[in-house]
Every structure is written in C-alpha cells, then in structure tokens.
DNA sequence: TCTGGGGTCCTAGGACCC
DNA sequence: TCTGGGGTCCTAGGACCC
C-alpha cells in the first residue's frame, strides 16, 4: 500500500495557523506579484472563489464577505512543509516528498498489515498537533491510486479525510464516476482529446485496448491507466533527482517598450537565477530568453520569442550570466512592441566543483574561477545580511520596479527572531 | 486598471557518426 | 532495377504537475 497525505488548502492553512482569529472566516492567498488567487481556505471556496481566479474578478465577494487577503509567503509555506513532512516520515520506513504540500509514504514491506483507517487517523491527529494543518490521507496499492483515494477523501464529507481503496472490485466501482480531469496525468488537453472519443471517466478509460491508449496519451498515459488498474507502474522516489534549470520569470509592472529598461529587468532577473544557482552550489552551462508582449490585450500586436546561447564555461558568476543574457535580449528585441514579461532560464547544470574550463582561453585571461565564486559569495553574504539586492550590479539599474508586488505579506514566524508571533 | 511562477518528461525530426 | 543498418545528440513543441 502507498499513501498520499496532502495538506487541505495549504497556503491558507499556513496563513490560519498564526492567525487563531481567523480559524471560521475565508482566507484567500495570491500568485507571486498578487495576481491570483492560488489558494482558498474552505470558507472562501464555499463562497464560490474559483482557483487561479484574477483577484480584480472576485473583489466584490471579498469585500462583501471580509475575506482576509494574503501575498504567497513562501519562506513560511517552506517552513512549515519542512515540518509536516519530518512529522509524516515518522509513520513509515520510506517517503517521496512529492511537493510542497505533499508526499507518499511507502508501506509495502511492512510486517504486519494495520488498520489503514486508525493509521490515517493517527497520521491526521499527529500532523495537526505538531504544525497545526489539516491533512487528508488516501491508501491504496498505487501511487495513481493513492492520489484518487485522497481526491475523493477531501471531496466527501462521510470520509472525515481519510480513504481507503483496498479491494479492485469496489475500486473499479468508484472509478466509473471518477471524472477523467481529476486523474493525475491527465490533464485539460488529453481531457478534451479523449471526451471527443467517448470518454468521460476513469473507468471508461480503463476499458480502452492499451495500444488505443498508448497512441492517444503515449506511454507516461499507458502507465496512467495501468496503475488505475491497480498494477503498480511507478515506484517512490526517495532521493530527488538533481535539478535541470532555474527560472526567473515575472510579469512587469507596466509595459515597456524600452530596451534600456527591458535590459534592467532582464539583469536583474539574471541576478536572480545565478543567485538560486549558486545556494544549491550548482553552475549553468547555457542559459536562455524569453520576451513576451501583453496576451491580454488581444488587440495589439502580439510578440513571443525566445533565444538559448551557451555559455564557453560553466559558471554561477552573475556578470557573466548577465552579459550573455543581454546579448540574447538584443536579438530577441523588436522596437515596435510593447512588453510585458521576461524569463530568464539557466540550464545545463553542473555542480560548480566539476568546471570543464575553456579550451581556448589562457590562464591570464581568465579571472581564475575561484576569485569569481569568493566575489559572489560575499555578495550573497551581504545581501542576506543587508536584505535582498542590497548590493547590485550596474546593470540592474537603480530602482527595484522589476521587485514583484507583495503588498499584504505575512510575517515569517517560524524563521526570523524578530518576527516571532508575539502572544499577549 | 488588473490576468502567477517554477518545474519535469516525452516525441518527432534533423543532423551527425561509423 | 537496385541506394544499409544502427546508433547518438540536440531542439522545439506539447503535454503534464504543483
């Protein structure tokens, strides 16, 4: 048996959980920049607040119902993730950190069977009583399963959070109601696809000849629907692989036509992703651009490109990542348009202590490499010291108007001293 | 007025190798 | 008339996830 234990509407709950006068009243949390609603407490979605929702789109419900208002904090959702998930390992021999709110907990070779039923109870209670989140728990012989069982233990009130799919007939049952959107892997697109052919839910899909399902969703679908028929295709992965790119991408304040200032952004998002690089002790061997223009406004013109060079050396030294950056952006850039976002990806990552250096540079004209990272490491170090970006390159510019909107921030309770919850 | 950000995997096609 | 067979690597695009 696997189970997958996922934390009700996380981000409101990690706002809730500092906030005991909020405990009954809705709580929505925003997109980076306060765009969107990316998460709802229980009082909000019964309000009918949709997920992903505009903010602007749903401001009359808000304040006709007070609902409280917050910007992603991701230093406490880190944080309290961190915790839950020390908790849930201490109820099996093995567990996949899946995402922030999630993972699956192994329990194949355990040597007693328990009672699947009191074990979610217990894992609920205990996760509740050290962090104070909510947590829904789904058993069953596979991970596909596993992730169905808690679809359906958060979605039906009897269930009190906790479901438990042990034998195939009732699975197989359960399944032919099961909407095909709500199978993990199937998503909107092969959604759309497989309704044109007749079918609507997981059991229909179920009933399809695996070669038909294999050239509709190819093989990552195939192992889909043969783990729905409870053969169990995918295996916990304890150790995640090693990451293969970081990304800076955010939307501007304002459009811009400008490449004086499209150059300031896309330096500082270059800054950005070197700094990432550089606290997992990684560097990039290429890197690449992407421009966009407004898709909202439908009726300007429309412009989407992006460019990848790479780079002669690997490296996290952010002047270098900005030069070949801005060297994209010049070729990406047309001056009659208007733009919106930028994305800076780094790719090609290789730990920073395994550097192939350049063939065809000698050693003088080289910074030798190690200057470089110690120059980047008192950066790092002041402005972690200082506060972000404290210290910044030329290149960045002078204003911080690329820094994203963050207007009704929680405070990091569980990670700055001076930000401790202060109890009266 | 306003509309998120950060990731992974698979496939097909082209270039190239012996 | 006839034109090999077996590979790898890279990229772009499309799907998915939270």
């Known amino acids: 048996m696997y189970a997958l234990i996922d ?23 925003l997109s980076n920049n306060d765009g969107c609603v990316v998460a709802r407490s229980p009082e909000a979605k019964a309000l009918g607040i949709r997920m992903a ?16 208002v917050f910007s992603s904090n991701y230093t406490l959702y880190g944080d309290i993730s961190r915790r839950v998930m020390e908790t849930l390992a201490s109820f099996a021999p093995a567990i996949e950190v899946y995402s922030i709110d999630e993972a699956f907990l192994d329990f194949n070779n355990l040597l007693y069977k328990p009672d699947w ?23 069953a012989p596979t991970k596909t399963l596993a992730k169905v069982a808690n679809q359906l233990a958060k979605k039906t009130p009897s269930l009190r959070h906790i479901c438990v ?16 959107q709500q199978v993990w892997g199937i998503g909107y697109g092969y959604c759309q696809r497989l309704e044109q052919q007749g079918v609507f839910t997981a ?9 038909w399902v294999r050239k509709q969703l190819s093989v990552v679908g195939l192992r889909t629907v043969k783990e729905l028929k409870g053969e169990p295709c995918l295996t916990l992965e304890e150790i995640a692989d090693p990451r293969k790119m970081v990304i800076t991408s955010l939307s501007f304040d304002k459009t811009t036509e400008d490449l004086e200032t499209l150059r300031e952004y896309v330096a500082s998002f270059a800054v950005r992703s070197a700094e990432k690089l550089r606290t997992q002790g990684l560097c990039c061997t290429a890197l690449a651009v992407s421009l966009s223009t407004n898709r909202f406004q439908r009726q300007k013109k429309q412009y989407r490109n992006s460019l990848s060079l790479a780079l002669a050396e690997a490296t996290s030294y952010s002047p270098e990542i900005i030069r070949v950056a801005l060297k994209a ?19 090609g990552l290789v730990p920073q202590h395994t550097i192939q250096q350049d063939l065809f540079k000698s050693p003088e004209e080289n910074t030798p490499t190690v200057k470089k ?4 490491a008192v950066l790092d170090k002041l402005n972690e010291q200082l506060g972000r970006n404290k210290i910044k390159l030329a290149a960045q510019g002078n204003d911080d108007k690329w820094k994203s909107r963050q207007a009704k921030l929680s405070a990091c309770f569980t990670t ?9």
Not at 11 to 25: I, N
Not at 203 to 211: S, T, V, Y
Not at 332 to 339: G, N, V, W
Not at 416 to 424: D, F, H, I, S, T
């Open 7 to 29: 934390c009700n509407s996380f981000y409101a709950s990690c706002e809730k959980a500092f906030r005991p006068d909020l405990a009954h009243h809705p709580v929505v949390v």
């Open 53 to 68: 929702v505009p903010l602007f789109q749903v401001r009359e419900i808000i304040e006709k119902h007070r609902v409280a």
């Open 117 to 139: 039923h009191i074990l979610g109870q217990q894992i609920r209670q205990q996760v509740w009583q050290d962090t104070g989140i909510p947590v829904s728990v789904g058993f």
């Open 165 to 180: 799919l042990e034998h195939t007939e009732q699975t197989a049952e359960l399944l032919e109601d099961f909407p095909l």
């Open 203 to 211: 059991g229909q899909l179920c009933r399809m000849p695996e070669a």
């Open 329 to 347: 952006l010049d070729q990406l850039y047309r001056k009659e348009f208007s733009y919106k976002k930028a994305c800076v990806m780094l790719y």
């Open 373 to 376: 990272q110690k120059a980047m």
């Open 416 to 424: 700055r001293w001076n930000e401790l919850l202060v109890v009266r």
